[in-house]
């Protein structure tokens, strides 16, 4: 199946660890793996980690990321209120020569 | 600073045409792949195009290829997308965004309605 899954919401404590999942296939997420991005309401989106896992330049090493197989984590450590959000990923497809992005998380802190 | 300043959005009737600009600054944007994504209102991210440094590589999401074309200015530190044939689906903010989705414009609003 084409394009990239993410589940549409999650919920989780202050100070707790989250971890949002992004499922592809071996042609995007499991090729070259998964950017990811945060866009907070109103605003455009900021890219956290590209999908080598390395941050830009002023992103918090709160924010991580891993793969495995075609799926990608994206792992939040101590949530505060300013991390509630939508995170989408983003992947090449080799094959379909386009970039997909998935519908993306809403994420609630508690 | 990295400048992304997009404009050329607005109402138009279903069929139309209509052509978005991107003013690009604080970097070398004649060695930077650029995109177009679009977010339509209260949903998701979706990429429109694609294009490389020296414009001789270009892609298209599946919902615009043969309607929209992508293109860029070098001298002009400009990128641009014309749009043809517009639908009511196409309605979106339009955010011009380097490679890698690194740094975003703002958005220009498109609308197309009768």
């Known amino acids: 199946q084409a394009g990239l899954t993410q589940p549409p919401s999650v919920s989780k404590g202050l100070r707790q660890t989250v971890t949002l999942t992004c499922t592809g296939n071996?042609?995007?997420?499991?090729?070259?793996?998964a950017g990811w991005l945060q866009q907070h309401q109103g605003l455009p989106p900021k890219l956290l980690c590209h999908r080598n896992h390395s941050r830009p330049s002023g992103i918090s090493e709160k924010f991580s990321t891993s793969r495995s197989g075609n799926i990608a984590y994206l792992t939040i450590t101590g949530l505060q209120p300013e991390d509630e959000a939508d995170y989408y990923c983003?992947?090449?497809?080799?094959?379909?020569?386009?970039?997909?992005f998935g519908g993306g998380t809403k994420l609630t802190v508690l | 600073e990295v400048q992304l300043v997009e404009s050329g959005g607005g109402l138009v009737q279903p069929g139309g045409s209509l052509r978005l600009s991107c003013a690009a600054s604080?970097?070398?944007?004649?060695?930077?792949?650029m995109n177009w994504v679009r977010q339509a209102p209260g949903k998701g991210l979706e990429w429109v195009s694609y294009?490389?440094?020296?414009?001789?590589?270009?892609h298209y999401a599946d919902s615009v290829r043969g309607r929209f074309t992508v293109s860029r200015d070098n001298a002009k530190n400009s990128l641009y997308l014309q749009m043809d044939s517009l639908r009511v689906e196409d309605t979106a903010v339009y955010y011009c965004v380097t490679d890698y989705f690194v740094y975003w414009g703002q958005g220009t609003l498109v609308t197309v309605s009768s």
């Open positions: 983003s992947a090449w497809d080799r094959s379909l020569r386009v970039v997909f």
């Open positions: 604080g970097f070398p944007f004649n060695n930077e792949n």
């Open positions: 071996n042609n995007n997420v499991g090729d070259e793996g």
């Open positions: 294009i490389s440094s020296s414009s001789s590589i270009t």
